[in-house]
């Protein structure tokens, strides 16, 4: 354990990172979630075809090879860009963290997007009904009602989302991110002892998995405590 | 109802059952005599499916002993094995094995259980599916027959296993009643052919038929028990009354 | 921008040169983490909280931390042990193939276990009850009973998971084999052109998905005859 003093500074700013990331690519993934559902869902032909693309292309391809896309990729298409408007520019490097968000949201996203489209159909019709009827407009059905019952439905296969988000952060460190893999590379260059290191990477990761299942448990109780008196 | 030892086939003798803090079973004493038939009655919750879930052991009786032809049922595989042997249950989800056909469904536990040879058990199997008349659906799926099909093909299953005694978890509950005859027309074969049997069911008119005795269930003690003729006409609890009454007024 | 249609057509057997290797680490993979799951899935429905516990943290561990760390462990890690480099494995776990094997082998394993394990709690209780009405010890009931229904209960996440097993392959790229994925990385290393090559290999891969999401549609149909009714 000795072999640790001095890096732990360096795990938690790398552990922040691994939270960070975990939240923007969060939030994108609700977005493109509720995005492809609605897309799915939609009487529109178009818009069916775009988002069953979308599943199956994020579902079937390898995170890594998504993550290795998006980051060379908006590299060299941020450069040609660049280029346009200064020519000696050589190259311009795409922050990881904001490919690595993007690409894991897109990812997760395509899973969430089949779980809310579920989720949705799962909504019992009569109460979307009832609400037309008291007046309420489209929209407001769809976050007043919807949404909220649409959910709880939802929310254990989501728990699950979540925990693969959680670990795909750890591929990110492959296109440089600073976190703690990339942390424990350099311990390892210093100490030599890479069993301990990548354990600890290991054992940050359990943690966060850890705290998203129990936070998961918790939100699921709270979804269901007005059922809990039929019981 | 003869007390002669080598007659009795089941034999409950004080027994409670608790659910946690709730007793489902109390103080119950019953005895069942080969060739009789006995039908429990009684409100939801009274108990009755317990009762009988305890003698196989589906349940394990909290305190006071069951005995199964003589053979005291306890926490030993051994007994709950041998127990099982000689006593046969139709549920009322018929829970036919849905993987297996319906000849399948039949030749199973004579081959686990009793190792009887494959022709053997498959002569038995259409043998019994006569009995219930169902042999032309022998190699159907249990899919494909309606619930009162399915039903005889679980008697039928129960059957092929020799019992001393057959349970029956209100059988005809689940069934469209277009289909209740059918099935009830087979459970009068049996009794008529001699089968000792224990039915929990809410068809007061196989009871009145076809029953030795009836017994009635409330709160998880027995209130009365009796001949048909005398617990129909003259209950001698308010409760049977009051049971009575709410369910033979329609 | 121009697209290379040239470099495509010179990669794409390049790079499917790396199939073989890519489906042997499927395969290989699959068939011990099969075998390894049943093993827990015993140990986990066995009652016996020497067996079960294990198991659980077994479970926790592999499906809480992220695989790419389980093979930096593996790969990087276990030669730091003295134990490791002198046990009889030492052959296996020096060699980066069969390192990768161990770690997918060791994920797949927990992940399917739990799969089975929501399989045998599908299985109608009634089921159950009446085998052991008819006699049958508990061990019969498990094996002609509850796994044959279990089994095909089973299926539809089982398939999920060959999915991401075969995604997982990819990242054996990391460790220095050359499956289609490492492969690429060099073909991309050396002319600068990520979009051609790694569009194309996301083509290979979501062909890949999709045989084996057909497969299993064949096989669930043939294991669900029996429950198609025919009223």
Same mark, same amino acid.
């Given at each position: 354990m000795e072999v640790l003093t001095g890096w732990w500074d360096d795990f938690f700013w790398g552990s922040l990172v691994v939270v960070e990331l975990f939240f923007v690519a969060l939030i994108l993934t609700v977005l493109f979630g509720l995005i492809g559902s609605a897309a799915k869902l939609s009487k529109n032909r178009f818009a069916n075809a775009i988002a069953n693309g979308y599943t199956i292309v994020f579902r079937g391809t390898p995170e890594i090879l998504v993550l290795l896309l998006f980051y060379f990729g908006s590299a060299i298409a941020l450069t040609a860009i660049a280029q346009v408007f200064d020519?000696?520019?050589?190259f311009v490097d795409f922050p990881p963290f904001w490919a690595g968000s993007l690409a894991i949201a897109l990812i997760i996203g395509s899973y969430a997007t089949e779980t809310f489209r579920g989720a949705f159909l799962g909504v019992d019709p009569g109460q979307v009904e009832a609400a037309r009827a008291l007046g309420l407009s489209n929209l407001q059905t769809f976050i007043y009602v919807r949404i909220p019952a649409m959910w709880r439905l939802a929310l254990p296969p989501f728990g699950n989302h979540m925990l693969s988000l959680i670990k795909d952060t750890a591929l990110v460190a492959i296109i440089g991110l600073e976190e703690t893999l990339f942390v424990a590379e350099q311990a390892i260059g210093y100490t030599a002892k890479p069993f301990t290191l990548y354990l600890v990477v290991g054992a940050i990761y359990l943690g966060f998995s850890t705290i998203i299942t129990l936070t998961v448990m918790l939100c699921e109780k709270y979804a269901n405590r007005h059922l809990e008196i039929a019981k | 109802m003869s007390d002669n030892q080598q007659d009795v086939i089941v034999q409950v003798e004080n027994v409670d059952k608790f659910f946690g803090d709730f007793q489902a079973l109390k103080a119950v004493n019953l005895t069942v005599a080969r060739g009789e038939r006995v039908v429990v009655c009684g409100p939801s919750g009274s108990g009755k499916s317990t009762l009988i879930r305890c003698i196989n052991r589906l349940e394990a009786h909290s305190s006071g002993r069951i005995l199964i032809n003589g053979h005291e049922l306890t926490d030993d595989v051994k007994d709950i094995d041998a127990v099982r042997r000689e006593v046969g249950m139709v549920f009322q989800s018929f829970? /036919?094995? #849905?993987? /297996?056909t319906v000849v399948e469904n039949l030749m199973l536990a004579p081959r686990l259980v009793r190792k009887t040879s494959k022709a053997e058990n498959r002569e038995l199997a259409m043998k019994m599916l006569a009995r219930v008349k169902? *042999?032309? *659906?022998?190699?159907?799926? #249990?899919?494909? /027959?309606?619930g009162g099909q399915q039903q005889r093909v679980a008697i039928a299953r129960a059957l092929c296993m020799n019992p001393e005694v057959i349970l029956f978890d209100e059988p005809t509950s689940a069934l469209d009643p277009e289909m209740i005859s059918e099935v009830l027309d087979v459970m009068i074969d049996l009794a008529k052919e001699g089968m000792t049997m224990i039915c929990v069911t809410h068809e007061m008119g196989f009871a009145r038929s076809v029953a030795d005795n009836v017994v009635f269930m409330d709160q998880g003690e027995i209130v009365e028990t009796g001949p048909p003729a005398t617990f129909f006409d003259s209950p001698k609890s308010d409760r049977t009354r009051l049971f009575l009454q709410q369910i033979l007024s329609h | 921008m121009s697209f290379d249609l040239d470099l495509i057509l010179d990669s794409i057997p390049q790079m499917l040169m790396g199939l073989g290797l890519t489906l042997q680490l499927l395969f290989l993979s699959l068939a011990i983490g099969t075998a390894l799951a049943i093993i827990l899935l015993l140990m986990r429905i066995s009652g016996r909280w020497f067996l079960s516990a294990p198991a659980m943290v077994y479970i926790y561990i592999f499906r809480g931390t992220p695989i790419l760390v389980q093979i930096f462990i593996i790969y990087?890690?276990?030669?730091?042990?003295e134990l490791v480099r002198e046990s009889i494995l030492w052959p296996i776990l020096r060699e980066p193939f069969g390192c990768a094997i161990v770690a997918l082998s060791l994920n797949t394993g927990a992940y399917v276990s739990e799969i089975f394990r929501g399989g045998v709690l599908g299985v109608d209780r009634g089921l159950k009850e009446a085998a052991a009405a008819l006699g049958l010890s508990t061990r019969q009931r498990f094996i002609y009973i509850t796994a044959p229904i279990a089994i095909r209960l089973s299926l539809p996440a089982y398939s999920n998971d060959v999915v991401s097993l075969m995604k997982s392959?990819?990242?054996?790229? +990391?460790? +220095?084999?050359?499956?289609m994925t490492g492969i690429a990385r060099t073909i991309v290393a050396e002319t600068y052109a990520p979009y051609e090559v790694f569009l194309s290999l996301m083509v290979i891969y979501l062909v890949l998905t999709w045989m084996i999401q057909r497969s299993f549609g064949w096989i669930e149909k043939r294991m669900s005859r029996h429950v198609r009714s025919e009223i």
């Open positions: 020519p000696e520019v050589k | 829970n /036919l094995f #849905p993987h /297996l169902i *042999q032309d *659906q022998a190699e159907k799926w #249990p899919s494909a /027959l309606s | 990087y890690g276990l030669p730091q042990l392959t990819a990242l054996a790229s +990391t460790i +220095t084999l050359l499956d």
